[in-house]
Each structure stands twice: as structure tokens, then as C-alpha cells.
């Protein structure tokens, strides 16, 4: 056979192995599709059990909400200028846990938070609203919770040592759609009047707990037995400690950090305008939202996602395992024989995501993984017929396999650590196969074909 001949089936042969690669990337999206379907399934049980317990929690105030008439009009209208306090301090200790709904684990948790502070309303001084327009006699405190099923004690408020029982229900929904309230009393036109204000609160949540820092000075100081927090928002705490043993973060946000002032009025309502010229509706509550989120470890549908990533590494360098086999023993290999190899690949994944929701990842990588190694190798010593070869092929699958693992441990430093696997990978390919004469072998006609079961 002429060298061009042979060319031409070397050729071939890396053609097929590149063609059945790309085609077993088609069931590997599969198995991804799969992953991302148990996932929702997660994420269903996580809402189910939201609905009984408490949902993710946004702690929005307490603010005042003083109703005014609009008498600038022939129609009176009526609505609201929101008053944020003074000072506003928030410390309490978050104590999560995980429920179980099925084979998930969903992380909730229960808050006892103490709520402390002060208002003034020297901040309507920059609202050009006249006095005899604001009904003193209906002044409300607002808190919003945006999930009510998670409160799990009455919420009595101490305002200058009178206590008021704060009920469900928002009169004013331009900021807070959600909550509890309370009428209280005010001086009308005081505005250097300082009413200090306390209160606990027991809430139940799930995912994370956040906070708006609508006090003039607003601190925040949680703590948690919970050992990987995840600091969300719009701010990062001041102080941090985290630990084994769980966190303690403390916030502290000025008015000067967020895009809205101490007074404004509703957005909807509003039939005046700022003393300084500036819209209400310019300001962006939901973006200064801080606080943590209760994470729970890299788990087994994330790990397995990722590892999907890595499939055509594995198919790819396994099918180079086989073809080095074929030029370097004059061999060839069935397609049908490529096939059945890569499908076993692909069933690592299904394994993997299978017995991980009912064991620990660990364990389910190590059973899937020896699995998977074991049928392989299994198969390629019937067709090899050579302990030497098969010895390389298993040694290149433990390889793998153990990079993968220790790739999956890491999140901060796992696509450092594929890049330079690959790249590794690449030099080791480069570095066996740099003085092979790829227009020596001659498939076709040389040596004995092993699809058809015979020996060496």
C-alpha cells in the first residue's frame, strides 16, 4: 500500500474517533439536562417547605409612615411621607438547621433578633409639605417582613416605655409590601422630638437573611453557628469571623452609603416635591439590600455539573489510549468497540448523580468512579489481550479520575487547577507522540485485527 494510502486511513481513523467524541458530547448534555432536573426538584422541595416554615427574609425598617392630605388640588388626595429613623441596631444570632423533604437537605433557619433605636422628624424639614397638610393623629410604624408565616411570637414594641402590640398589615405599600404595624403617637410639628423605640423579634427563614439599612447610622451584628456563610448584598461586613465553630459579622451603613434620604414621599401619592428638587421615585430601596446567605457545601448537583464539564477530557484521552494502541500495535479497533467505551464513560455520570443524593459525594464519586474503571478496564483486556497495555489504559483512567476528585474539593481555585491539568495533559500527549512517523502505519493491512477477536 503507498504512503498516501496509509495517510489516508490514519486519517480516517482520527476522523471516526473525532466524529463518535462530539457525538457522545450529545448524551453527556443529556446528563446535564438530568442534573438540572433534580435540581428543580430541589428547588421545589426548598419552596414546599418554605410555605410551612419561612421563606427567604428581608428585614425592611421599622419606619414611620405619616399620612398627609394633598389640599393644593380641587380633589383632595391622600398619601404618605415615609420617615426613616435616626439610629437603627440589629443584633441577634441566627441558628440554622437542615430539614429533610425526601432525599434533600434544605437549610432553614430560626432568628431571635433585638431591634433598637430612635426617630426624629427633623428629616420632613427637607419635605416642602406645609403642617396643617400631615394628620398627626394617624401616625404608623411599619415593619416589613416579607414572608409572615416565619414570625413566631407576638412583636410588642417599646416607644419612650409605652408599649404597643405591632399588628399584620401595611397601610403604606410604597416601600414595604409586607409586615407588621402600629399607630403611635407623636408630637404634631416637633421636629427635635426624639422617640427611642426597642423590639424582639423571632423569625423563622430559609436561604438567607437580609437586611435595609434605613436608619441614619444603621449597625447590623449576627451571629451563627453556621461554618460557610456567604455575605450578600450591597455591603460586606465591617468585622468578620468565620470558623468551624460558625461566624459573627457586624454592618455598619450610613445614608451617606445608599441613593435615597431620611424622608420621602410616596411615589405614587406624591403631590409634592423634595425641597432639594429631587424626585422620590429616584431612589432604589431594594439595591442597598445587605446580609448572609446560608449555603450549603459545593453539593452533589453542583459537583456533578461541573464534572460533566469534564467529558470530553475523559472521552477524548481515553480514546487516545485505544489509538495509540492501534498505531503502536498495528491493530484496529472497532468504531462499534470506541462506542461502548465512551457510553461507559457517560455512565459514570448517572451513577454518580444517583447514589450522591443518597450517600455522601465523596463516597458516591469513589463507588461510581471504581465502577466505571473496573467495566473499562474489564472490557479492554478482551480486546487488548496485552496485561501491559491494559496496565497503561487503567493507570490513565486512575489519573483522570483522581484529578477530577481533586478538582471537584476546590471552588475557589478549581478552574486554576482544570487549566493547568489540561495544559499538563496536552504536554504529556505532545511529549509521547512527538516522533511518531504518522505515515508509517498502515492499518488496513498490517498486524491482526483485534475487533475480530484475534490474538498477539
Do not use: C
Not at 441613593?259 to 432639594?276: F, K, T, V
Amino acid at each position: 500500500m503507498s504512503d498516501e494510502a496509509t495517510k489516508n486511513s490514519v486519517s480516517l481513523r482520527l476522523g471516526m474517533i473525532g466524529l463518535l467524541t462530539l457525538f457522545l458530547l450529545v448524551p453527556a448534555m443529556m446528563v446535564n439536562f438530568l442534573v438540572m432536573d433534580r435540581e428543580a426538584r430541589q428547588a421545589d422541595a426548598l419552596k414546599e417547605i418554605g410555605s410551612k416554615w419561612g421563606s427567604s427574609q428581608t428585614i425592611t425598617g421599622p419606619m414611620l409612615s405619616i399620612p398627609y392630605y394633598n389640599n393644593t388640588k380641587a380633589s383632595n388626595s391622600y398619601g404618605y411621607v415615609n420617615v426613616f429613623p435616626d439610629a437603627l441596631e440589629i443584633n441577634g444570632n441566627v441558628d440554622p438547621q437542615l430539614l429533610k423533604r425526601g432525599i434533600y437537605d434544605i437549610a432553614v433557619y430560626n432568628t431571635k433578633l433585638k431591634v433598637s433605636g430612635e426617630f426624629s422628624l427633623n428629616s420632613l424639614r427637607q419635605i416642602s409639605i406645609p403642617l396643617n397638610d400631615i394628620d398627626w393623629n394617624k401616625v404608623n410604624i411599619a415593619l416589613g417582613i416579607p414572608d409572615m408565616r416565619g414570625v413566631k411570637d407576638e412583636i410588642t414594641l417599646n416607644w419612650n416605655n409605652d408599649k404597643y402590640e405591632l399588628n399584620p398589615g401595611i397601610s403604606n405599600i410604597s416601600i414595604i409590601s409586607s409586615g407588621v404595624s402600629a399607630k403611635i403617637p407623636v408630637v404634631a410639628g416637633d421636629y427635635d422630638k426624639v422617640y427611642k423605640f426597642y423590639f424582639d423579634l423571632d423569625l423563622n427563614g430559609a436561604q438567607a437573611l437580609n437586611f435595609m439599612p434605613v436608619g441614619k447610622v444603621t449597625t447590623v451584628n449576627l451571629t451563627s453557628p453556621w461554618a460557610n456563610p456567604s455575605f450578600d448584598g450591597a455591603f460586606l461586613p465591617d468585622q468578620r469571623e468565620v470558623n468551624n465553630d460558625g461566624f459573627k459579622a457586624q454592618w455598619k451603613v450610613l445614608d451617606l452609603n445608599r441613593n435615597y434620604p431620611q424622608s420621602s414621599i410616596d411615589p405614587r401619592l406624591a403631590a409634592y416635591e423634595l425641597a432639594s428638587g429631587s424626585d422620590s421615585n429616584m431612589a432604589n430601596y431594594n439595591n442597598s439590600v445587605f446580609g448572609v446567605k446560608f449555603l450549603m457545601s459545593v453539593d452533589q448537583y453542583q459537583k456533578t455539573s461541573r464534572s460533566i464539564k469534564y467529558a470530553i477530557m475523559f472521552i477524548a484521552l481515553t480514546f487516545l489510549t485505544f489509538f495509540f494502541v492501534e498505531i503502536t500495535n498495528k491493530r484496529k479497533i472497532h468504531p462499534v468497540q470506541y462506542l461502548l467505551v465512551g457510553f461507559a464513560l457517560l455512565v459514570f455520570y448517572t451513577l454518580l448523580l444517583s447514589i450522591a443524593e443518597h450517600l455522601n459525594f465523596n463516597w458516591a464519586y469513589l463507588i461510581s468512579s471504581l465502577a466505571t474503571i473496573i467495566l473499562i478496564v474489564s472490557y479492554s483486556k478482551a480486546i487488548f489481550k496485552n496485561n501491559k497495555l491494559v496496565a497503561i489504559l487503567s493507570a490513565v483512567l486512575l489519573a483522570l479520575y483522581g484529578f477530577m476528585f481533586i478538582v471537584l474539593q476546590l471552588q475557589d481555585f478549581a478552574l486554576l487547577m482544570g487549566s493547568i491539568g489540561l495544559f499538563a495533559v496536552l504536554a504529556i500527549v505532545m511529549f509521547i507522540s512527538r516522533k511518531i512517523d504518522w505515515y508509517s502505519f498502515n492499518l488496513e493491512n498490517s498486524g491482526k485485527d483485534i475487533s475480530q477477536g484475534n490474538q498477539s
